[in-house]
Structure formats: C-alpha cells, structure tokens
C-alpha cells in the first residue's frame, strides 16, 4: 500500500511540475522577484520604527501563526475509483493514508517553520524574546500542525462524534488557545499543551481504526476539492482541463434575451446566447479582458497609444470567443436539430458582433473620458468599427470554416 | 430443407469467419425471413440498404439493410457491440456510410439534409442536454430547431410534461435533474415534434415502470397515427410485446429479421419466446 502511494505521489508530482514550469515562466518569476523585494524591504522599514511592549504585537503574531496553522492540507491522493477497487483492501488503507500524512508533513511544516524564520525578528523586537523562546514556540507550532494532520487522518475514519472533532471550528479554537497561551504566557505552555493534544489523537485514532470504515465518500471529496483548488490556480496562468467553467442562472440577466425572437433561424443564437452569459468559462474572459482594457486605457494617454490599446483588447476578446462555437459539439443534438449550418454560423456572427460592439464601446467611452480630445476620440472609434466588422464578419467566419474542414 | 439445425448454424458460424460477403446458400430460415420482407412491398419511412460503415475506416456494419415501414415499431436487436448504436448513429446522420445509402421517406441527407433531419426525432441512450438552458428552454430550443407552432407545440409538451411529471420543474437546470429524469426530458422534447420517425436507443433502463408503460403507450399512440419508430433495446420480454418486427444484428451483420411469428418459423427448434431465439442466435459465434 506504501508502494501504491509511492507510485501515485511520483505521478502527482510530475503533473505538478509540469504545471509548476509554466507557472513559474520568466516574466513571473521577475515579478515575483520584485514583489518580494518590496515586500521584504516594507517589512524592515516596520521593523525599525516598532517598539518594544505594544499591545497589539501579540494580536498580530496570533493571527499569523493561526492562520499559518491551517495551511498544508492533507493530501491523500485518492481517487474515485478507490472505492470501488481499494475496497477490500480497506484494513491495508492504513499505511497508505501514514504515508500519506507523512508526505503531507513535509510541505506543511515547511509552511511553518519559513513563517516563524520570517516572524522571528519581529517577535524578538516587538515581544523581546529571546532566539531560545522563538525556537520552542517554533517547536510548538511544527507539533501543533501535526496533530491536525493527525486529526484529519483519523476523519477518514468512521467514528461516531468524530465529525466534530475535525472541523475547522476545533482546529481554530485549539489553536488559538495554545498560540495564545505561547504568546502571553510563555512559550514553554504551548509545547507541553500542543504535545499533550498530539500526543491524545494519536493516541485515541491508534486505538480506533482497526475497528472502524473509512469515509470513503467525504475522503474523495476533499481529495477533489483539494485538487480542483491546486488546477484553478494554474488556470490563472495556463489551461488546465481538469477545470470546467461552472454554470450559474443568473434570472437578473434575462431581460438580454427578450430581444431574440424565437425564430428558426435564430435557434443557436437562442442557445448560445444563453450559453454565454450563464456559463463562466467564455463570459468571464470577455468581462476580465474588458475590465482591464477599461483600467489601462483610463491611465493611457496620447495619440496613437489608445487607439492601439483599444484595438489590441477587441482582437484579443474576439479571438478568444472563437472557440466558444465549437462548445456545443458533443451535445448529439447539435448535429441532429434540422437546422442549415449555415444558421449556426450567422448566430455566432451575430454574437460575436454584439459582444465586440458593447466591449468595443466601453473602451471606447474610457478613451473619452481618459482623454477628452476630439482626434483621439474619432480615430479610436473609426478604428474600432472597422476592426469589429472584420473581427466578427470576415475572420471568425473564415476561421471556423477552416478549422472545420480541418476536422474532416 | 432437410438440414438439422445445430448443422446448419455451425454452417453459418463458420462461413461468417472465413468470409464476411459470400452469403451461405441453403439457410432456410435466413432467407426465408429476408424473403418475406420482400414480398410486402409497402412504403418505407426508413430504408438502410447495403450500408458499410463505423467511426473509422475500419467498417463496425459490414453491408447492412433492413427497413421501416409506415406505422411501425422495429426492434433493433443485438449484443453489446454487435452495431446497434452504429447503425443508429448512421441513420440520425452523425456518422456517414463508407458505401450503400439511408433514406427517410425516400429523400437521403445528402439530398436535404433539412428535409431530412426534420422527419426524425431522437433519444439517445443517454440524456444529453444543454447544461446552460433550463427545461422551458429545451422545450423552446425544440420548437425552433424543428420550426413547429408554438401553440400547439406547447400544447403536446405540456401533457406529456404531466404524463412524465415534469410539469413543475420546468424552470429547473439540468444538473438537477436525475438520470431518469431526463431520460424523461428525452422523450418530451422527442414526442413533441411529431416528426415521421423516432429513433430510439434504449429507452428502458433507468425509467421508472410508471414512465416504462406510459412510453410504450406513447409509442402506440404515435404509431396509429402513421408514425415509425426504430428502437434498439435489450429488455426483450418488452420488444417481443410490442414491437411489430426485429431486426437481430450481431457481429455488424443482420443476422436475420422479421416478426416474432417469422422468426420462430424460421428457428423452429430455438424457442418460443425472442429471448430464446436471440439466445439461440448468439450460440452460433460462440460454438
């Protein structure tokens, strides 16, 4: 069962690095460099003008390291099909979920002891603590952090009350209450508390888990969750296809559509009309775009450097729109309506046209307002109507057709 | 005439390995059923004639024909894998034939592919629907697909939205709504078009008996009004009931085909009921 997580840890750390390359690409890292920097510099300038004996440094160290805490989930690495497969296995589970955890660890305690290295200059100006003091407050923290890796393995376990014991309201008091007592009291405290807690669930979950089902269900899910939040912060930065778009109602946006006759021509304008404004994938990326072609073009100033902004954020939306034509592909009824390709194509023409009207009007309401110059404001919207024209009449038409016959 | 049966099949087995397109002379009950189609000669609303076809080059339906008639119910019989979901994946126009030609009414999709996608209505195995419209929608989207009188369109839709008990849920998303449940949306949105030929694919898995019998009523009352319907199905004891023909493909052939009364004609010695005789059938590759 250890070689069975081995293996899958091998795998997941593959995809991640795959993922991590293109996350880290140059152009972030240079930033990231320089937000650091800032960062850090920020900090020595506070360090500098802060006193020793002011009430809130405490406060503060207590919000950081309790939030600190809750980093580092445990991964387990499970996967749906687990139950199905793994489930006569399920006394063996145990060494995989200990391997688990104790993969887990690694990141998580890194995560802590990196917070208490960066916090503890601060401790000692601010609280005057001596390098003994911070080191078993650190000591603290990494035995704190363990215990709640411990209590999570042990909620992949079916026990009556144990629901509560994992929660995340449990986790916060409890550390609260020891960081607290480590912060006011003295330092020593919280170790003998967080090593007297540790200690307790290991305890109590080495004597319950022989005799006890796992969640396989609850345990899948926050495998998932755990997941799906590690792919939506590479979709910022790549695409990932484990994220699909979410479908939300949004009955306050209806009143759009009252102006689509239900036509037999318009049927796809019908639909993707609909789908565009409910679902978030193409939708936000047309909002996003235009949101922040909005803020640049409000602090651009010049001559030719709007008209180029603005033009440059209506080829990007209209570009990124065209593969929204193809999302209904797999839906059979596409194919099987009795409606002429020749109508779905004009609805999307249509859409497109609409969408880069109204983006294309923002900009362009922004360059006026940004500039305030008759010269600019004519050449910006000359070029805008053109540029929409060709976008939405000439090229997605000319695209989809020839990426259509790429396909047969 | 005098050949025993368990000869015969094994006959039939064997030809079937070595060679796809010599037929076998001699198969009394396989050809007395194709015969006697032949000799009816009525109109044909679908008519699938030497087809070859699959996803790729390499054929799955090795040259196949069979028809329906007007105000007809086919059963389109067959193991998993034997082209059932091809052939019908070929009739609804998703996939085209390498060779032979499919025709609704006489017209083919390459003729009027408008003409001809709008005298049929299908329901997939499984539901598919549009994640971002809601029920009214789907209905309205059907509407507007096939270019039907909105009146009484939705007139049908909402006696059959209260056959199936939908009727209160047709503000609802499809991610709310259970496998059943659209299986049932499925049929809604198919038997409001009024099309000339339903197609469907195994239609009862996953519907509940209340909405099993209130289907096959459906059916019957559609069929009176001179409707086809080509279904494919695995529940047998149900096709045998209600269907009027079959069509039994195995191994991307039409093993044979015609009424029940036919088929145990043909296959004297398998069985009375279409369970034995598909039973029966199978054996054939298997021995």
Known sequence: MTDLFKDRLQRHLREMAKYLRLVFNDFFVFALLFFLGGLGLGYSNILKSLKTGLWWSPVVALIVLVIVAQIGRFATLIEDADRVFLLPKERAMHAYFVAARRYSQFLAQCTQVITLFILAPFLSVALHWTVGKILILAVAQVVLKDSFLRLDLASAYQVTGQRRMNQWGFKWLLAIVILASGLWLTPYLALVLAVVVDAAVALWTQQHWQKQQIRWREQIKIEDNRMLGIYRFFNLFTEVPMVSGTIKRRRYLDWLFTCIKPKHSQTYLYLFSRGMVRGTDFSGLVVRLTVIGMLLLYFVRGQWLPVFLAALFIYLIGFQLLPFFQQYDDVVFTHVYPVLPEFRLKSFVKLVTLILSVAALLLWIVVVIANFQLETAGLTLIVEVVEVWYLARIYTPQRLARADKNKA | ?287
């Open chain 2, 1 to 287: 005439m005098n050949f025993s049966l368990g000869l015969d099949l094994k006959e039939l087995g064997k030809t079937t390995q070595v060679n796809n397109i010599q037929q076998p002379k001699g198969h009394v009950w396989y050809n007395r059923a194709v015969n006697s189609k032949e000799m009816k000669g009525c109109i044909m609303a679908l008519e699938v004639s030497h087809v070859v076809g699959g996803y790729s080059q390499i054929p799955v339906l090795k040259d196949i024909s069979f028809d329906v008639k007007d105000g007809e119910l086919v059963g389109l019989i067959g193991l998993n894998g034997a082209g059932k979901s091809t052939t019908i994946n070929h009739v609804i126009g998703l996939l085209t034939p390498h060779k032979g030609k499919i025709s609704i009414n006489g017209v083919t999709i390459d003729q009027d592919s408008q003409a001809y996608k709008q005298q049929i209505a299908y329901i997939p195995e499984t539901p598919v629907l549009y994640q971002e419209l809601t029920l009214r929608e789907h209905l309205e989207m059907t509407i507007m697909a096939y270019d039907l009188d909105a009146d009484k369109a939705w007139e049908t839709a909402h006696e059959l939205l209260k056959t199936f008990r939908l009727a209160n849920k047709l503000d609802w998303f499809p991610a709310n709504f259970s496998k059943g449940m659209k299986q049932k949306v499925m049929i809604v949105c198919a038997f409001m078009t009024q099309a000339k030929l339903y197609i469907i694919d195994e239609p009862f898995l996953g519907l509940d008996p209340l909405a099993v019998n209130d289907l096959l009523n459906l059916i019957e009352a559609r069929k009176k009004t001179g409707a086809s319907i080509l279904m494919s199905t695995h529940v047998l004891d149900t096709a045998q009931r209600y269907c009027d023909r079959f069509v039994l493909l195995h191994d991307g052939q039409v093993k044979t085909e015609g009424t029940l009364s036919e088929l145990q004609a043909a296959l004297p010695e398998a069985g009375e009921s279409l369970n034995d005789i598909y039973l029966s059938m199978t054996k054939v590759d298997r021995a």
